[in-house]
């Protein structure tokens, strides 16, 4: 049986007067895709966002690969492994693709294995190297994502946070970002992945949990989350 890497329990973050987390409870078993979806305010970035430590948690916990890391500083969870991919890309624009990707290495030493990692990334996304030079600014939408998900693999993820990876994206390239997260899970990476469009983020996960305002509505394998009527009501459109 697979141990959890990651482990979320009664996570409560407010904003102000309002209670945006109210006491999530999920686990992440080592080797999965975990899709958390709901609609637009549920909580799904603020969940990624209180796992990174990028905003204050009011209470709760949050351990991963068997450590308490509740408080420990972003870059102190970034070196352990626990990388996020956060939404709307936020690459480095003035930058070159080349070192946007060298960014993603920052916490790492092993200059052997750094080199061996950015040519990974190039297999899983060939088009970074032929825009290796280019500022990131410059790269379309689809590019910039492909960027993104390479930055974050730059820095040898135990477990990607990946937020709204298809977001303002055309559809044909929403079929390969997928396909992409799916082999990078399949060579060994743990995903968890928000995502609008539920129903792709379904038929890669291995589980879902759906948020609805702050808190999880309902929970399960994905493919039997899929063929549930309620769920097809209000997330799959029918």
Request: glycine share 10%; charged share 25%.
């Amino acid at each position: 049986m697979s141990e959890n890497i990651l482990e979320v329990k009664d996570l409560v973050v407010n904003y102000g007067a309002i209670r945006a987390l109210k006491g999530i409870s999920f686990n992440v078993e080592s080797g999965e895709i975990i899709s958390l979806i709901g609609s637009n305010g549920a909580g799904k970035t603020t969940t990624l966002h209180s796992i990174s430590n990028l905003i204050k948690k009011n209470s709760g916990k949050v351990i991963f690969d068997g450590v308490d890391v509740t408080d420990l500083p972003p870059d102190q969870i970034v070196k352990r492994g626990l990388i996020h991919v956060p939404e709307g890309r936020r690459i480095f624009a003035n930058l070159s693709v080349k070192d946007n990707l060298e960014m993603g290495a920052f916490t790492r030493n092993d200059r052997s294995k750094i080199k061996e990692d950015m040519e990974h990334v190039f297999e899983l996304f060939p088009r970074m190297k032929e825009r290796l030079k280019q500022l990131a600014g410059t790269l379309s939408g689809g590019e910039q994502q492909m960027l993104a998900m390479g930055r974050g693999l730059m820095a040898d993820p135990k477990l990607l946070l990946l937020d709204e990876p298809s977001m303002g994206l055309a559809p044909i390239l929403v079929d390969e970002i997928f396909e992409i997260i799916k082999k990078i899970n399949d060579e060994g990476t743990t995903i968890l992945l928000v995502e609008q469009n539920a129903f792709k983020a379904m038929s890669i996960a291995d589980r879902v949990y759906i948020l609805e305002t702050g808190s999880v509505q309902s929970s399960g394998l994905s493919q039997d989350m899929i063929n549930d009527p309620a769920v097809k009501k209000a997330y799959l459109g029918g």
